[in-house]
C-alpha cells in the first residue's frame, strides 16, 4: 500500500471541503435528507419502549419522565439501545457518504443510488463505530474520560472510514494507518478533527433540520484532507492533460541532430 505522505494541517481544507460540496449540492442535499429521515426510523421504538416500560404518557412533564428514567433501571438499557442505534446510523451513514465523496474525488458525478452502493463497507465501518464507541465507554468509567477519548479520536482516527471506503482495508488496519500518520501532528490534527465535527454539526442548533445542510460537509472536508495526506489518483483537482494525438498510428520522426554532433 502507498505509504501516506507527511502533510502538514492545512485550514484550507475547510474551504476546499465546501467547494466539493458546493460542486455537487443538490446530490449531497438529497443523500442527506434521506439519511436523516432513515435515521429517524429507530428513534420512534426506542422513545415507546422507554414510556411503556416507565408507564408515562406523552402529556408528562419532562422533568418527571427523567426523574422517572435516573430512579430506575431502564436508563440502563435506554442507554444500551441508544448506542447501538447511534452505531448502527452511524456506520450506515459513513459507508454511503465516504463511497460516493471517493466517486467525486476521482472526478466522477454520483447519484443515490451509489450512496447505497457503498453498504459493502458496512461491517468493517460498523466494527470501527463499535471500537470507538468500546473506547468511550471505558473512559466514561475511569473519571469521565470519554468524552476526552472522543475529542482524541474525532482528529487522530479521522481517516479511518475513508480509508476503509478508499483502499478497502480492515478496520484495524485503518484505524492504524490513520493513526501512524496523524501522530506526526497530533495536536494540530485533533483541532481539525473537532473544527470539522463543530462544522458538520452545527446546523443540529436550527431544530435539528440544520444538519441535512452541514452533514455533508463534515465528509467533504475529510475527504479533501486525506486526498492530500493520502493521495487520490484522479481526483478532480489533481488534471494531468491528455497526450498529444496520434493521427493513424503515425508518429512524426525525431528532429533531425545539430550539425555539431555530425
Not at 420512534?44 to 428514567?69: C, H, Q, R, W
Not at 465501518?125 to 479520536?153: D, K, P, R
Not at 446546523?203 to 445542510?213: A, L, N, P, R
Not at 493521495?231 to 555539431?260: F, I, K, L, R, T
Request: glycine share 8%.
Amino acid at each position: 500500500m502507498q505509504q501516506p505522505r507527511r502533510v502538514e494541517v492545512r485550514w484550507e481544507w475547510i474551504n476546499q471541503g465546501w467547494e466539493m460540496y458546493s460542486q455537487q449540492m443538490a446530490n449531497w442535499l438529497l443523500i442527506s435528507l434521506i439519511v436523516t429521515l432513515i435515521s429517524l426510523i429507530p428513534i420512534g421504538p426506542l422513545y415507546a419502549f422507554i414510556f411503556a416500560s416507565l408507564g408515562v404518557g406523552s402529556n408528562s412533564d419532562p422533568k418527571d419522565i427523567i426523574a422517572a428514567i435516573q430512579s430506575s433501571g431502564i436508563s440502563i438499557i435506554a442507554t444500551f439501545l441508544s448506542a447501538v442505534i447511534t452505531a448502527l446510523v452511524q456506520a450506515f451513514s459513513y459507508s454511503g457518504y465516504y463511497h460516493v465523496a471517493m466517486k467525486q474525488l476521482r472526478g466522477e458525478q454520483f447519484s443515490v443510488g451509489d450512496f447505497f452502493a457503498g453498504m459493502n463497507n458496512f461491517v468493517p465501518m460498523l466494527v470501527v463505530t463499535g471500537i470507538l464507541a468500546g473506547v468511550q465507554f471505558i473512559g466514561n468509567l475511569v473519571c469521565c474520560l470519554g468524552s476526552l477519548a472522543t475529542l482524541v479520536a474525532l482528529g487522530l482516527l479521522m481517516f479511518t472510514y475513508p480509508l476503509i471506503a478508499d483502499r478497502h482495508l480492515s478496520p484495524i488496519e485503518a484505524i492504524k494507518t490513520s493513526l501512524d500518520f496523524t501522530k506526526q501532528n497530533a495536536v494540530m490534527f485533533i483541532l481539525f478533527g473537532i473544527v470539522a465535527h463543530l462544522i458538520g454539526g452545527i446546523g443540529i442548533i436550527v431544530c435539528c433540520v440544520g444538519v441535512i445542510f452541514t452533514a455533508p460537509l463534515l465528509i467533504t472536508t475529510v475527504s479533501c484532507a486525506y486526498r492530500e495526506c493520502f493521495g487520490s489518483p484522479g481526483s478532480y483537482d489533481a488534471y494531468q492533460p491528455p497526450p498529444p494525438p496520434s493521427y493513424g498510428g503515425y508518429e512524426p520522426p525525431p528532429p533531425p541532430p545539430p550539425s555539431s554532433w555530425q
